[in-house]
């Protein structure tokens, strides 16, 4: 099974990139919004695609389980 994992407060997983980008900002020193924008957009991305995929495979798994009950129940 896959897990994603999130912070106690259900932040999504950050990169590298994009923490030091949030501690430059926290500490006052000037980024490029732009670069910023474009990273918080992919890392939202890749787990809001890892998320899908992990709810495809689950239903997949439950689809399974689903006809090997039914199968079960029809051998009785």
């Known amino acids: 099974m896959v897990k994603i994992k999130t912070t106690h407060v ?4 950050r ?3 994009l923490s030091d980008l949030l501690f430059k900002k926290d500490q006052k020193q ?3 919004l732009d670069v910023f924008d474009q990273i918080v957009n992919r890392d939202v ?3 809001v695609k890892k998320q899908i995929d992990v709810v495809l495979m689950l239903r997949i ?3 399974v ?3 090997k009950v ?3 129940r029809q051998k009785i």
């Open 61 to 63: 798994e439950l689809m």
């Open 65 to 67: 389980f689903l006809v």
């Open 70 to 72: 039914k199968e079960k």
């Open 10 to 13: 259900g932040s999504l997983p």
């Open 15 to 17: 990169s590298n990139e």
């Open 45 to 47: 991305n890749e787990v």
């Open 30 to 32: 000037k980024i490029n």
